[in-house]
């Protein structure tokens, strides 16, 4: 997008992000927002978020992250993180602060996450005994086949894979998809797939008012 804050792009008369928040929150116990920039605009933003029913956990800017009944607040990447270190080192602050034993990512460019995104996510998690759920949803590759799109950063993940996140982002890993691919997660299908539809391009925001 230009290197414009993504999330703060108006779209049919609100932030992307703040769309991001309203799918969310009777989801999850409270927010928090992954920015490293134009932090008050966002402190602004989340703290006109009113969750009203807990959950789990969540992480927004990136995403969302949750703890408590209220926001917990605007978190940048952690200082000892090399800076413009990409949505693994967002993900890594997030599972330092979370006080909740899941966390729930969702990238700020997702204005039309399910409604029920959180609870399908942790009963796979729990009957899978994985560390990390992951929705994803069918789309047609070049070949004609029909074929599994994971959404990785809007993955639930347990705070117990921490410790493993911190040695990979030592050793120059910066994927999220292939970190998660290195520990126990399990696939959820959703859909449609227009519900994890990413506004990559301000053209993608004709519809803006």
């Known amino acids: 997008m230009g290197g414009v804050d993504k999330g703060l792009q108006p779209w049919r008369g609100q932030p992307l992000i703040q769309w991001v928040m309203n799918a969310l929150w009777h989801q999850v116990q409270a927010m928090a927002i992954s ?25 927004a800017g990136l995403a969302a992250l949750t703890c408590r009944p209220q926001h917990l607040g605007v978190f940048p990447d952690d200082p000892n993180l090399p800076p413009q270190s990409g949505p693994l080192a967002g993900i890594l602050t997030g599972l330092r602060q979370v006080q909740t034993d899941w966390l729930q ?14 609870e399908r996510l942790m009963d796979a998690a729990r009957s899978a005994d994985a560390d990390i759920a992951v929705p994803c949803t069918k789309e047609i590759a070049l ?3 029909p074929q599994s799109r994971p959404h990785w950063t809007c993955a639930l993940m347990h705070k117990r894979v921490t410790p ?5 982002f030592v050793k120059g890993e910066r994927k999220v ?3 998660i691919r290195s520990q126990r997660w399990v696939e959820v299908s959703f859909a449609p797939a227009s519900d994890f539809e990413n506004m990559n391009t301000l053209e993608t925001l004709d519809d803006r008012d």
């Open 143 to 145: 070949d004609g086949r």
């Open 177 to 179: 998809g292939q970190w």
């Open 35 to 59: 920015a490293n920039r134009n932090l008050p605009i966002h402190e602004s933003l989340l703290r006109g978020a009113c969750p009203t029913r807990a959950s789990d956990a969540t992480f």
């Open 105 to 118: 990512l969702a990238a700020c460019d997702t204005p039309r996450l399910p409604k029920d995104l959180v």
């Open 164 to 168: 493993d996140l911190a040695a990979a």
